[in-house]
C-alpha cells in the first residue's frame, strides 16, 4: 500500500522560505505514468494545487504561485520537496503532497495523499 | 482560468435518504476523446480528501457503489443514492483538463 508523508517545520517567518518533503513509501516514485504533486489548504478554506513533477523531472506549476515555488524530486531518496519563497502570512496552510495520473497535458485523479503538514507563517 | 462552481453549500441530509451535489464549470471539461475531466473528493472530518470519482463517472478502487458521478461538458452531479453516517464531510469536485487545476467552494453535507 503507498504511503505518503510530510516532513518540514511547522512554523515558518514572514518573508522566508517554506520547504517541506514528501517521503514516499510502499511503492516507487519512478513508476511510470504518475506524477507527484502538492495541494494547499488554509485554514477553514478549500483546497488549492501548488505544483506536481514526474519523476523524471518535468514538472507543472499553478501559474499563481509560480514565481515563488520549486518543486524538486530525488528518485535515490524516493521523495519530493517543495519550496515556496518570500511566504507570508497567506500561505499558512495544511499542506499536503499526493499522487496523481496524467492525461498527457494535465493531472487528474489524485489518489494518494499524506495526512498533511499546517504550516503557519508568524514572526 | 476555469472556475468551478458547487451548490449546494450545505446539504443536510437523513440516513436513507438520497443526496445529490451540483457541480458546474466556467468551460466546457469535455475532451475530444471523450472524456469529461472532473473528479470528485470527499474530506471527512479531520482527514486528507480522498479520491470518489475520477473522469466524470468512474469510482475510485475501493469506494463504495451509492456513490455516482454523472454529466458532461459544463455541468455535473454527484450522487450519494443512500446516505450513511459515515459519508459527513466536505464534498469538492476539481476540473482537471487543464492546469491549473481547480477546485470548486466544496459542499459540506451533514447528518440531520
Known amino acids: 500500500q503507498l504511503h505518503l508523508q510530510e516532513s518540514g517545520p511547522g512554523l515558518v517567518k514572514p518573508s522566508e522560505t517554506l520547504s517541506l518533503t514528501c517521503n514516499v513509501s510502499?511503492?516507487?516514485?519512478?513508476?511510470?505514468?504518475?506524477?507527484w504533486g502538492w495541494i494547499r489548504q488554509p485554514p477553514g478554506k478549500g483546497l488549492e494545487w501548488i505544483g506536481s513533477?514526474?519523476?523524471?523531472?518535468?514538472?507543472y506549476y499553478n501559474p499563481s504561485l509560480k514565481s515563488r515555488v520549486t518543486i524538486s524530486v530525488d528518485t535515490s531518496k524516493n521523495q519530493f520537496s517543495l519550496d515556496l519563497t518570500s511566504v507570508a502570512a497567506a500561505d499558512t496552510a495544511v499542506y499536503y503532497c499526493?499522487?496523481?495520473?496524467?492525461?498527457?497535458?494535465?493531472?487528474?485523479?489524485?489518489?494518494?495523499w499524506g495526512q498533511g503538514r499546517l504550516v503557519t507563517v508568524s514572526s | 482560468d476555469i472556475v468551478m462552481t458547487q451548490s449546494p453549500l450545505y446539504l443536510p441530509v437523513t440516513p436513507g435518504e438520497s443526496a445529490s451535489i451540483s457541480c458546474r464549470s466556467s468551460?466546457?471539461?469535455?475532451?475530444?476523446?471523450?472524456?469529461?475531466?472532473l473528479d470528485w473528493y470527499l474530506q471527512k472530518p479531520g482527514q486528507s480528501p480522498q479520491l470518489l470519482i475520477y473522469?466524470?463517472?468512474n469510482r475510485a478502487s475501493g469506494v463504495p457503489d451509492r456513490f455516482s458521478g454523472s454529466g458532461s461538458g459544463t455541468d455535473f452531479t454527484l450522487k450519494i443514492s443512500t446516505v450513511e453516517a459515515e459519508d459527513v464531510g466536505i464534498y469538492y469536485c476539481m476540473q482537471s483538463l487543464q492546469l491549473a487545476l481547480s477546485f470548486g467552494g466544496g459542499t459540506k453535507l451533514e447528518i440531520k
Open positions: 468551460q466546457s471539461l469535455l475532451h475530444g476523446n471523450g472524456n469529461n475531466y
Open positions: 510502499g511503492g516507487t516514485i519512478r513508476r511510470s505514468g504518475y506524477y
Open positions: 473522469l466524470g463517472s
Open positions: 499526493a499522487r496523481s495520473d496524467s492525461s498527457g497535458w494535465s493531472l487528474y485523479s489524485f489518489d494518494y
Open positions: 513533477t514526474y519523476y523524471s523531472g518535468s514538472i
